[in-house]
């Protein structure tokens, strides 16, 4: 059974993520961590993930970057794995990740979806096929997301960057000027209780092609980050993603 602590555990996530563990026979639900106490839970909760003494296998964080020293320092000291899913980082923050992965396994994806992960295949091979081509990206969430652009926009960004060296622009507003050749649009829509979708847009002359991911449920995330539990638990140190776990 693999001893889990959930970082963010009252959150939206978190709720959804700690009842899946509770229902999973191959997980233990150890503690969860949130801001604030709550009296009501059946399981340890901790305001800091620095208080925590239970022995445990695996962090599961679905937080707020706010946390995140808290986080990699109990996980530099621990030694235990950490799935982070958590967005909104600054590039600092990022690189701190990336930093501790050299001492200690880390699973980091902004999207935690197996749909998500094919999208980021698919945009690598249309960036380098559709030359010439307007690339725009569009992602649309529940009216409580606190960050702007969604992670999973700048990771799907990064990889068609990866490919052309485009610079990003981040909506429109207050630019009159035509759009740049080499440029991606990436824009950001909230309303309501979207789970998750992301639209890539191909813009050429006279043909059009879209890729769109729709998230039907926050309980896709949330298995996904068991999948990616179950897969650190036991990797040498490193930076893993979903793509070391779909295999496309
Ligand atoms: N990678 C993926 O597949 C997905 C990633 N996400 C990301 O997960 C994150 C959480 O999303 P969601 O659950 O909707 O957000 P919520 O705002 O509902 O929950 C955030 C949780 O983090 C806790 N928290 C905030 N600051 C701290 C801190 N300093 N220490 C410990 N806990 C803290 C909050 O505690 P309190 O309630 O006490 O304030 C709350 O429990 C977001 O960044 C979101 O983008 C979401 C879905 C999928
Ligand atoms: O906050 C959310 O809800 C989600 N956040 C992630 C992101 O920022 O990309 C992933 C998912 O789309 C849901």
Redesign the pocket.
């Known amino acids: 059974m693999i001893k889990v602590i959930v970082?963010?555990?009252?959150?939206?996530?978190?709720k959804v993520l700690t009842d899946l563990i509770m229902e999973d026979k191959a997980f233990e639900l150890v503690a969860g961590?949130?801001?604030?106490k709550n009296d009501n839970i059946d399981y340890p909760i901790y305001s800091?993930?620095l208080d925590v003494k239970e022995k445990v296998d695996v962090i599961i964080d679905?937080?707020?970057p706010?946390?995140l020293k808290?986080l990699l320092s109990y996980s530099k000291h621990t030694k235990i794995p950490l799935v982070i899913?958590?967005?909104?980082y600054s590039d600092e923050e990022l690189n701190m990740i990336e930093e501790l992965s050299k001492e200690v396994s880390i699973f980091h994806?902004?999207?935690?979806?197996v749909g998500v992960n094919l999208i980021l295949k698919l945009v690598e091979i249309s960036a380098k096929a559709l030359t010439n081509f307007d690339i725009e990206i569009i992602e649309k969430h529940h009216n409580?997301?606190?960050?702007a652009p969604?992670?999973t926009a700048l990771m799907i960004a990064n990889e068609i960057q990866q490919v052309l060296n485009n610079e990003f622009n981040y909506g429109r507003h207050g630019k009159n000027e035509k759009r740049k050749e080499n440029e991606i649009g990436i824009h950001a829509v909230r309303g309501g209780t979207i789970a998750?979708d992301h639209s890539v847009i191909f813009a050429g002359k006279d043909e059009i092609l879209e890729l769109n991911h729709i998230a039907l449920s926050?309980e896709i995330?949330a298995q996904?980050?068991l999948k990616a539990a179950k897969f650190i638990v036991n990797k040498e140190n490193g930076y893993y993603n979903m793509k070391d776990v779909v295999s496309i």
Not at 7 to 14: E, I, R
Not at 85 to 88: K, P, S
Not at 109 to 113: K, P
């Open positions: 970082n963010g555990s009252l959150g939206k996530m978190g961590v949130s801001k604030y800091s993930i679905f937080s707020n706010d946390s808290d899913a958590t967005t909104g994806s902004s999207n935690m979806s409580k997301k606190v960050d969604s992670g998750g926050k995330f996904g980050s």
